[in-house]
């Protein structure tokens, strides 16, 4: 900055200190984007182990006409064979 001539040397100090003070803003306070989610009643249980992951997000996506990102087992009824499932998904709204 020495060498610099003294009407440069405030701008380029001023723009500097702006571009980090950004830069550290977007790395501190960049949100990532929520999932949104609703419960459903699914009946095929062979598809809710564990190796069947990407067959049942599969399944749920064609099902619902939603991409599903994941999908939690809240509940299981083997006698009426169904199960109750909270699933994920982007809203295609906010990203």
Same mark, same amino acid.
């Given at each position: 900055?020495?060498?610099?001539?003294?009407?440069?040397? *405030?701008?380029?100090? &001023? %723009?500097? @200190?702006?571009?980090?003070?950004? @830069? @550290? =803003?977007?790395?501190?306070?960049?949100?990532?984007?929520?999932?949104?989610?609703?419960?459903?009643?699914?009946?095929?249980?062979?598809?809710? %182990?564990? *190796?069947?992951? %990407? $067959?049942?997000?599969?399944?749920?996506?064609?099902?619902?006409? =939603?991409? &599903? $990102?994941?999908?939690? &087992?809240?509940?299981?009824?083997?006698?009426? *064979?169904?199960? $109750?499932?909270?699933?994920?998904?982007?809203?295609?709204?906010? *990203?």
């Amino acid at each position: 900055m020495a060498t610099f001539y003294h009407p440069v040397r *405030g701008p380029v100090l &001023i %723009n500097t @200190i702006i571009i980090l003070s950004l @830069i @550290i =803003i977007e790395f501190f306070f960049h949100k990532k984007p929520t999932l949104n989610n609703f419960k459903l009643t699914y009946d095929r249980l062979e598809l809710l %182990n564990p *190796g069947k992951k %990407n $067959e049942l997000l599969s399944d749920l996506s064609t099902r619902s006409g =939603i991409k &599903i $990102e994941k999908a939690r &087992i809240c509940r299981i009824d083997l006698t009426k *064979g169904q199960a $109750e499932l909270e699933v994920y998904y982007k809203n295609s709204k906010t *990203g």
